[in-house]
């Protein structure tokens, strides 16, 4: 444990708080101990909570698009009809971690614009 000279985690309580955490404990056997809270942690944190600015009608719109579309055969085969594109590609819908697929599931409906246009 004296030998080690950096500790990346992320940032919670229980691992880095000032009284009896992970971090305390490690620093009591090697003071000179450095922490690098983790970038992807950190990252992800930053995404999402930028995420919550977006209007809440984004997601709405596509998670609806998308049900009602998938939810039928018939509606899936009609605007495949419709998609005059040569590879074909679905609709994507929003996963719970909102920030990491939006951006995939709004290129895919740009992608499919015109077809819902005539599909509608």
Known sequence: MKLIINFGMD?????????NSLL???????PKLI???????????ASGE???ALPKE???????LVTYIINSSKRSALLEKFHFVKEKS??????TI??????????R???????????Y
């Open 11 to 19: 940032n919670a309580n229980v691992r880095v708080k000032s009284n």
């Open 24 to 30: 305390t404990r490690l620093k009591l056997v090697n």
């Open 35 to 45: 922490l690098m809270h983790c970038n992807c942690h950190s990252g992800h944190i």
């Open 50 to 52: 930028a995420n919550k």
């Open 58 to 64: 984004v997601d709405y719109l596509l998670r609806s």
């Open 90 to 95: 679905k609709l994507l819908k929003p996963t």
């Open 98 to 107: 909102r920030w990491l697929s939006l951006q995939h599931c709004v290129i």
């Open 109 to 119: 409906v740009l992608e499919h614009w015109n077809s819902l246009n005539l599909f």
